[in-house]
C-alpha cells in the first residue's frame, strides 16, 4: 500500500535554529497537507498546498513557517527561527480524491 | 466554524467487552466524517470515513460507526475490545473533499485484562 513518508522521524534542535522536515507524498497524489500535534493535545492543521501555492493556512502558520514542493516528490515545512513551542510531532499527509488523506508517521520535532 | 467534541477523555475498558467511543460535531450541513487511531508513537491511521449514503459504516479492525444527523452524532463501536485496541482515538470532521480535516482532542483508550 502506498505510503507517506517523513524524513527525519526524530529532529532535536536548539532554539533559534532553522529546521527542514520533509516529506515524500504518495506520487499520483495533488494535494499536500502538514498539521501538528503538540504532546498530550489534539492534531491541527497548519497548511494545505495545490498546486505549487498554499490554498490555506492556520494561525498558528505565521511568518516562520514556509512551505515547498522543491521536485516533484518531496514536499518541505521549514521552520526559519524555531521556538521551544514549536516542539511537537509534525504530520504530512496528501491525497488525490474525496478526502482520502493519508498521513505520514510524523517527525517528532524536540527544541532545546 | 467547525469544531468536534469528544465528550470522554479516558476510557478504560475490559478486554471482550464492547466499545462506544463518542464524537459530536458543530457543522451546518453534513461532513464528511473520520475516526483516526494513533498508537503510542505512532502516526494516524483512518479507521473509518463517512460521506454519504448508509449511516452505518463499517472500517478496519472491526470498528463500525453510526452517523446520526439528529444528534449530531459520529459515535465509533466495536463489539469486542482486543489488547491491541488500547490508543488515541480521533474523530475527524471536513468540509469538503479538498478541505482541511479538523480534528477532535481525542479519546484515550486503555484495556485491561
Known amino acids: 500500500e502506498p505510503e507517506v513518508t517523513q524524513t527525519p522521524s526524530h529532529q532535536v534542535t536548539q532554539m533559534g535554529q532553522e529546521v527542514i522536515l520533509r516529506c515524500v507524498p504518495i506520487s499520483n497524489h495533488l494535494y499536500f497537507y502538514w498539521y501538528r500535534q503538540i504532546l498530550g493535545q489534539k492534531v491541527e492543521f497548519l497548511v494545505s498546498?495545490?498546486?505549487?501555492?498554499?490554498?490555506?493556512k492556520s494561525e498558528i502558520f505565521d511568518d516562520q513557517f514556509s512551505v515547498e514542493r522543491p521536485d516533484g516528490s518531496n514536499f518541505t515545512l521549514k521552520i526559519r527561527s524555531t521556538k521551544l513551542e514549536d516542539s511537537a510531532m509534525y504530520f504530512c499527509?496528501?491525497?488525490?480524491?474525496?478526502?482520502?488523506?493519508?498521513f505520514g508517521s510524523g517527525t517528532r520535532l524536540t527544541v532545546v | 466554524a467547525q469544531s468536534v467534541t469528544q465528550p470522554d477523555i479516558h476510557i478504560t475498558v475490559s478486554e471482550g467487552a464492547s466499545l462506544e467511543l463518542r464524537c459530536n460535531y458543530s457543522y451546518g450541513a453534513t461532513p464528511y466524517l473520520f475516526w483516526y487511531v494513533q498508537s503510542p508513537g505512532q502516526g494516524l491511521q483512518l479507521l473509518l470515513k463517512?460521506?454519504?449514503?448508509?449511516?452505518l459504516v463499517q472500517g478496519i479492525k472491526g470498528f463500525e460507526a453510526e452517523f446520526k444527523r439528529s444528534q449530531s452524532s459520529f459515535n465509533l463501536r466495536k463489539p469486542s475490545v482486543h489488547w491491541s485496541d488500547a490508543a488515541e482515538y480521533f474523530c475527524?470532521?471536513?468540509?469538503?473533499?479538498?478541505?482541511?480535516?479538523?480534528f477532535g482532542p481525542g479519546t484515550s483508550l486503555s484495556v485491561i485484562p
Open positions: 499527509a496528501s491525497s488525490a480524491d474525496r478526502g482520502l488523506y493519508t
Open positions: 475527524a470532521v471536513m468540509k469538503t473533499s479538498y478541505d482541511k480535516v479538523i
Open positions: 498546498f495545490y498546486n505549487n501555492e498554499i490554498s490555506e
Open positions: 463517512y460521506f454519504s449514503g448508509d449511516t
